[in-house]
């Protein structure tokens, strides 16, 4: 995992520990919050509230402190390793295979997540940010434009060897969905940009080149999704475990496009004085609906990969794939507990976000012991 060995998959790790923090921000912005603009620590009123909400507010509080650390700490060390990693024939080899170059896509997903902490979590707690929060927008407009460039540049670079190298169609795996993913991620910043912006001109921007890749990604989810069926219909069996985790990666996508058209629909709102409140409805409940009877139907095809393979004292990083869909379920559990509000969303969130935390702190445990080469371990 280290020097010429590194795994750029590793970064979501990182993007896992993002999401985390945002899961609770999530929570008590879309469940609890009933001012205007975005939930701050000031605004959630401590000291008027019952006891067992300032417990449970408090573990919320705690669980954004410290994810929010780890975030930003394995996001410094994957990128100092991923530097040294750039430019050697390892990374070479990854970029012109097609079957494994979409890995490369987990740092964008990382570094676009930073933002989604530093206007959730971070300005949860930092008074200057919230209060500062008009004055940012450019900053962060130029902060997403240089990753929107690169990530663009990227994708048609990776889409461009696909089509010019040869390579089995038939063993592709979900891993490909990290195009999508990662163009999601960029897209959902964007789109917070145009809702949360006051300033018209930067809010349109922000708006049109969200839609540009919100666009690029639908159109490649919807075309990966379609062949990556039909080559595991056409394969014997399921694939190594090392794909296993990648099979529920098509949960967090629906929940990044899903908040995408949210918050563009809020910028339409805002700006342009449109009402969309049907539309809001269909596009967070139905994006919820499709997640439920896919989680079941993935979970049913990983029943026996966590019987006999999750809980062996074995680590590769592609496991950290099975932290996002389960983030990405509670984050957009609480928009539509937003839009429909009822017990078995705040529930659903509660028993994910325990979940999500478990499952993080379980993969680190591991992924530390392989860092230390402890021999107990089959890091792989």
Known sequence: MKGKNFNPILFLASLGAGGIAVMPFAFLQYVYYKGAGLVTMSGVGHGTISASQELLFYSLEAVMVVFTIIHLILTVVFTKRLIKWVG???????????????????????????????IGPIRYFVPWVSSNLQNMMLPAFLGWLVIYILLLRMVIKLLRISFTHDFDVSKISFGWLLYPFSIGMVAVVGA???????????????????????????????????????????????????????????VPNITLYAITFFRLGHYLEK??????????????????????????????????????DFFRKEYYPSMWGFVCPVVAFAVLGAFAHKIYPNMVFYWTMIVSMAVAVVLFLFLLRRHLGCEKGVKRIDCI
């Open 271 to 308: 700006h342009l004085g449109y009402h969309l409140d049907y539309f809001f409805y269909f596009v967070i409940l139905g994006s919820v609906a499709f997640q439920v009877w896919y989680l079941i139907f993935g979970l049913a095809l990983l029943w026996d990969y966590f019987k006999r």
């Open 192 to 250: 917070g940009i145009a809702a949360i912006g006051n300033n018209t001109t930067l809010s349109n921007a922000a708006a049109f080149l969200t839609l540009i890749m919100a666009s690029m990604g639908l159109f490649l989810l919807i075309v990966k999704m379609i062949s990556i069926f039909k080559s595991h219909f056409a394969a014997k069996g399921l694939p190594e475990k090392q794909f296993m985790p990648s099979f529920l990666i098509v």
């Open 88 to 118: 050697t024939k390892e990374y070479h080899s990854l970029i012109n295979d097609p079957l494994k170059n979409a890995g490369i896509l987990a740092a964008f997903l990382s570094y676009t997540m930073t933002m989604n902490v530093v």
